[in-house]
């Protein structure tokens, strides 16, 4: 079985260009806009899968966060990219988590049906964020969003699946967690496809030319030691990889 994959372009944010490449190695001080995106996974048994779903209000994220101005327009929310290919939010099945931040796990109530896949060491980082409690950039909860934690442990929780490590979301689809590399429980999906493996890594490489081809780490990271060992895995085990923040993902994105 070969799947499908769509990604879902789910706003917009304009964010220093220093979280591209590990900040010492760049005097970079630009800001560039870049996409979030989710992305669709189409020819599941089970029916179709989410990974990532966006942030939960534009300027929320901005105030809170600091980094730039967001948006989301009309036809950027979660149903109506679903509705792009023909799926209602009520048929996804699985909604995947790679990690717990603000522009990634914003949508999980728009997924009613959904059962939600997320690193328990991920959900315990966000709702206590480790780190300086003031920073330039990131808030006080370190790009987490307490209103997403609130959600994740009550009105959601019943369809919560907490994994430890490696899950096999269903045969040729697989969660790999990498911790402690963009955030504390930051997984990847790897996906098989007509083309090859498919790596939908979140945020652990945000350019592929710098950080797979180069293993240059981005931005941010808890272990520098962790994030190169994952970039390096990455490199190694997909043929195709699809960062969260670059508009190329857009572009080569539609698979199968
Ligand atoms: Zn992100």
Redesign the pocket.
Known sequence: MNYRIRPLLLGEAVVPNVLDVFWSLTLDQARSSVP?LGFLILGAEEGPIVVDCGMRDPRRAQEIHRLGPHTCAPDQTIPAQLARYEVRPEDVSTLVLTHL?Y??AGGCALLPNARILVQRTELMAAAAPMGPPSLEIGGKCLFYDRADVAELVDLVWDRIHLIEGDYEVAPGIDCVLYANSHSPGHQCVYVRTGSGTAAIV??IARKIDLNIDRLIPPGLFYDLEAMRRALADIRKRADLVLP??DWETLKKGTIG
């Open positions: 979030i931040h522009d990634h979140g945020d969260t923040h």
